[in-house]
């Protein structure tokens, strides 16, 4: 890391969490407003009815791909925000020179959130361990026009796949017989089979059968999330699975299988749920679970999974108040590869984007204006320490009313009460704590 940069610390996220709290929809900003201004999805789904056939998928008889103009523009094409991106825009000083596309993301990632801290402690093979160790949560990554136009493409490809304008094994939608059952699937890049199929196939990737590629717009997810330090360069995705969720819909308990490495992620739109983790997870009935610990997903949010919250902990999904989609991203292990998977050039060789420097791109655009201008120019809030360093009183005012500016226009921002200290009270009301000294 060059000189001058630093990152984000859970001091500098505690600080941003006493903000807007995205559960309770304060700072006057309803709940449609946070989740992208959806209100239901119910209005998303019939809003795509319309839409031309497949432009998208292979449709039978052709061995071309057509993109449809929503699945195949990437996220820095159009509006690139009405929150972050869009208050930074205007956050100049009249006459000043306009943010460039550059200057506007290094402001929107020097505002994400990055929760680290996760802690939960359970005893394991006889000695107590962190089975969270690993789980990072990050907020701010997608915009809420953004997450609009991912949600709107979701279900353009959930047509798609009832009009059997997909490859038969990228989309599923089984009968909803109880509740609970009822999920749609769509698969990209691999086929992954959740049980023993009736072809006698194990669980795990399904290496002679094809599934559609990754759509262009969920390619441009992978290089966001990769750009902005959500993933590693070195673990980048090559299939994702979108699960739409319908209300009472969940994913029961389980560890992601070892055909695919760590770590990966999920991203949720439309609707915040609990996630629930613990070394055993208990099923009291059909999508009702209990577990040692909870975490909220805030809408827009993504989780990302390692170590022992990977493999030690199970995750799952009690079934859900609301419409909710989640969008999962995992690297396929190298052996694991489909006979004839293609890598997608566009995925490689993806950098990270440096940390914020002292001076964020706004300042540097006040600094070049004549003396003879004498407005004040927000600055933009940088996380890490060191902004609090040699800061004079003025300095200080400039960047409380910056952060306050943009917060009231960023859905990202969560409350103290969103991430409740883990292990201090279980879901079922009892104490996490353990009844003797934990060993070190």
Same mark, same amino acid.
């Given at each position: 890391?060059?000189?001058?940069?630093? #990152?984000?610390?859970?001091?500098?996220?505690?600080? $941003?969490?006493?903000?807007?709290?995205?559960?309770?929809?304060?700072?006057?900003?309803?709940?449609?407003?946070?989740?992208?201004?959806?209100?239901?999805?119910?209005?998303?789904?019939?809003?795509?009815?319309?839409?031309?056939?497949?432009?998208?998928?292979?449709?039978?008889?052709?061995?071309?791909?057509?993109?449809?103009?929503?699945?195949? $523009?990437?996220?820095?094409?159009?509006?690139?925000?009405?929150?972050?991106?869009?208050?930074?825009? #205007?956050?100049?000083?009249?006459?000043?020179?306009?943010?460039? *596309?550059?200057?506007?993301?290094?402001?929107?990632?020097?505002?994400?959130?990055?929760?680290?801290?996760?802690?939960?402690?359970?005893?394991?093979?006889?000695?107590?361990?962190?089975?969270?160790?690993?789980?990072?949560?990050?907020?701010?990554?997608?915009?809420?026009?953004?997450?609009?136009?991912?949600?709107?493409?979701?279900?353009?490809?959930?047509?798609?796949?009832?009009?059997?304008?997909? /490859?038969?094994?990228?989309?599923?939608?089984?009968?909803?017989?109880?509740?609970?059952?009822?999920?749609? #699937?769509?698969?990209?890049?691999?086929?992954?089979?959740?049980?023993?199929?009736?072809?006698?196939?194990?669980?795990?990737?399904?290496?002679?059968?094809?599934?559609?590629?990754?759509?262009? @717009?969920?390619?441009?997810?992978?290089? /966001?999330?990769?750009?902005?330090?959500?993933?590693?360069?070195?673990?980048?995705?090559?299939?994702?699975?979108?699960?739409?969720?319908?209300?009472?819909?969940?994913?029961?308990?389980?560890?992601?299988?070892?055909?695919?490495? *760590?770590?990966?992620?999920?991203?949720?739109?439309?609707?915040?749920?609990?996630?629930?983790?613990?070394?055993?997870?208990?099923?009291?009935?059909?999508?009702?679970?209990?577990?040692? #610990?909870?975490?909220?997903?805030?809408?827009?949010?993504?989780?990302?999974?390692?170590?022992?919250?990977?493999?030690?902990?199970?995750?799952?999904?009690?079934?859900?108040?609301?419409?909710?989609?989640?969008?999962?991203?995992?690297?396929?292990?190298?052996?694991? @590869?489909?006979?004839?998977?293609?890598?997608?050039?566009?995925?490689?060789?993806?950098?990270? @984007?440096?940390?914020?420097?002292?001076?964020?791109?706004?300042?540097?655009?006040?600094?070049?204006?004549?003396?003879?201008?004498?407005?004040?120019?927000?600055?933009?809030?940088?996380?890490?320490?060191?902004?609090?360093?040699?800061?004079?009183?003025?300095?200080?005012?400039?960047?409380?009313?910056?952060?306050?500016?943009?917060?009231?226009?960023?859905?990202?921002? @969560?409350?103290?009460?969103?991430?409740?200290?883990?292990?201090?009270?279980?879901?079922?009301? $009892?104490?996490?704590?353990?009844?003797?000294?934990?060993?070190?």
């Amino acid at each position: 890391m060059a000189e001058g940069e630093s #990152t984000p610390t859970s001091d500098d996220l505690s600080r $941003r969490f006493d903000k807007v709290s995205i559960r309770g929809g304060s700072k006057g900003r309803s709940p449609s407003s946070i989740n992208g201004g959806y209100r239901s999805s119910a209005s998303s789904a019939s809003s795509t009815r319309g839409s031309p056939a497949s432009d998208w998928a292979l449709t039978r008889g052709q061995h071309s791909r057509q993109f449809s103009n929503r699945s195949s $523009r990437s996220l820095e094409e159009g509006d690139d925000g009405d929150d972050v991106a869009g208050a930074a825009e #205007t956050a100049r000083a009249n006459g000043g020179t306009p943010l460039s *596309r550059d200057q506007r993301e290094a402001i929107r990632f020097s505002m994400v959130g990055r929760k680290k801290d996760f802690k939960h402690m359970e005893r394991v093979d006889g000695r107590w361990i962190n089975v969270l160790e690993g789980l990072e949560l990050h907020t701010g990554v997608f915009s809420a026009a953004e997450q609009k136009r991912i949600v709107d493409c979701v279900y353009d490809f959930r047509e798609k796949g009832r009009n059997r304008q997909l /490859r038969e094994r990228t989309y599923s939608e089984p009968r909803k017989w109880m509740r609970g059952k009822g999920r749609v #699937t769509i698969q990209f890049g691999c086929c992954y089979n959740y049980a023993v199929d009736k072809h006698g196939n194990p669980p795990g990737i399904i290496r002679d059968e094809e599934v559609d590629p990754i759509p262009p @717009l969920l390619n441009s997810m992978i290089k /966001r999330m990769v750009a902005w330090h959500v993933l590693p360069p070195t673990c980048i995705p090559n299939s994702c699975i979108i699960n739409i969720y319908d209300k009472d819909d969940c994913i029961p308990p389980h560890i992601d299988h070892h055909d695919f490495v *760590r770590p990966f992620c999920t991203v949720s739109f439309l609707s915040e749920c609990n996630i629930l983790f613990g070394r055993e997870l208990k099923i009291l009935g059909p999508g009702e679970f209990s577990g040692s #610990t909870a975490i909220p997903l805030p809408v827009g949010s993504v989780l990302v999974l390692s170590g022992n919250g990977a493999d030690v902990a199970k995750h799952c999904v009690p079934a859900v108040p609301s419409k909710r989609i989640s969008i999962t991203f995992r690297k396929m292990d190298d052996s694991k @590869l489909p006979y004839k998977f293609s890598p997608d050039p566009g995925l490689q060789n993806i950098h990270p @984007l440096p940390y914020p420097p002292r001076k964020s791109p706004v300042q540097q655009v006040a600094n070049q204006r004549s003396p003879n201008q004498q407005q004040i120019t927000p600055q933009a809030p940088v996380l890490g320490k060191h902004m609090n360093d040699h800061r004079s009183h003025q300095s200080k005012g400039q960047e409380q009313g910056e952060i306050a500016g943009l917060a009231s226009s960023s859905p990202f921002n @969560l409350g103290s009460d969103d991430f409740p200290p883990l292990g201090s009270t279980s879901i079922n009301g $009892r104490s996490n704590k353990p009844s003797r000294p934990l060993r070190q």
